[in-house]
């Protein structure tokens, strides 16, 4: 069965730090990549969305996800976090055609200023 | 508001009693999902909807659960003779589906305890 890894459970970080959230599939085949970010008492939102094309994807908020093929990987990056930047994060993958997501178990972030 | 929307956002029960949550995707929407997702996990799949068609039940969909989606619109989700094990959050998405690109917009979900 498909599944959705991602490490980093819990990750503690300093405003201005930089951040990388790693996120490995198993999945063989096409896929479709996304972030979502889940903030303190908020709903579940669309960071960034890999289809095809440059593996290097852009999202809100200064985000960027590279799609590594060969690593099966999908790990989110910020150069530089905020204190509002301190959510859960969830790595998602969707089969190419699939329809429904696979989500890992999510990463806690939280920014202290 | 022209998000997703779930209702009621909050759901106490006792064990044995039967629940309904209501989802109202986004205006032309054309497929439908519900997850659940407990503490400390991701959310997990458990059916979906293109139009008024279920097309897909997850095998976490044990017999006590129904999905519906009657006008192709709004759905709901029955959960009979509750447990505590289906004590969990209950959320909704909606895209529009167009070929292999598909964005999935998620409510906020409906929190369910079952004492």
């Known amino acids: 069965a498909q599944s959705v890894s991602q490490h980093n459970h819990h990750v503690i970080l300093s405003e201005a730090a930089s951040l990388e959230l790693g996120c490995n599939y198993s999945?063989?085949?096409?896929?479709?990549l996304f972030w979502y970010v889940q903030y303190p008492g908020q709903h579940l939102q669309l960071l960034l969305k890999?289809?095809?094309?440059?593996?290097l994807v852009k999202g809100i908020k200064g985000f960027e996800a590279e799609f590594i093929k060969s690593k099966f990987s999908f790990n989110l990056r910020k150069p530089s976090v905020q204190w509002s930047d301190t959510a859960e994060y969830f790595c998602?993958?969707?089969?190419?055609?699939?329809?429904?997501?696979?989500f890992g178990t999510g990463t806690q972030l939280k920014v202290e200023l | 508001d022209t998000g997703v929307s779930q209702d009621p956002r909050h759901k106490i029960t006792k064990r044995g009693q039967n629940v309904t949550f209501r989802c109202d995707p986004i205006?032309?929407?054309?497929?439908l999902y519900w997850y659940r997702q407990t503490l400390g996990q991701g959310p997990e799949f458990l059916t979906y909807?293109?139009?008024?068609?279920?097309?897909?039940k997850s095998r976490l969909l044990s017999d006590r659960f129904s999905a519906e989606r009657p006008k192709g619109s709004f759905s709901t989700l029955e959960i009979q003779r509750t447990e505590q094990g289906d004590s969990a959050m209950y959320l909704c998405?909606?895209?529009?589906?167009?070929?292999?690109?598909?964005?999935?917009?998620f409510g906020p979900g409906t929190r369910l305890l079952v004492l």
């Open positions: 998405a909606s895209s529009l589906a167009t070929g292999s690109r598909e964005t999935q917009y």
């Open positions: 999945y063989g085949g096409t896929v479709n």
């Open positions: 890999y289809f095809s094309g440059d593996p």
């Open positions: 998602a993958v969707e089969k190419g055609g699939g329809n429904k997501l696979t």
């Open positions: 205006s032309e929407h054309n497929r």
């Open positions: 909807f293109q139009n008024e068609a279920q097309l897909e």
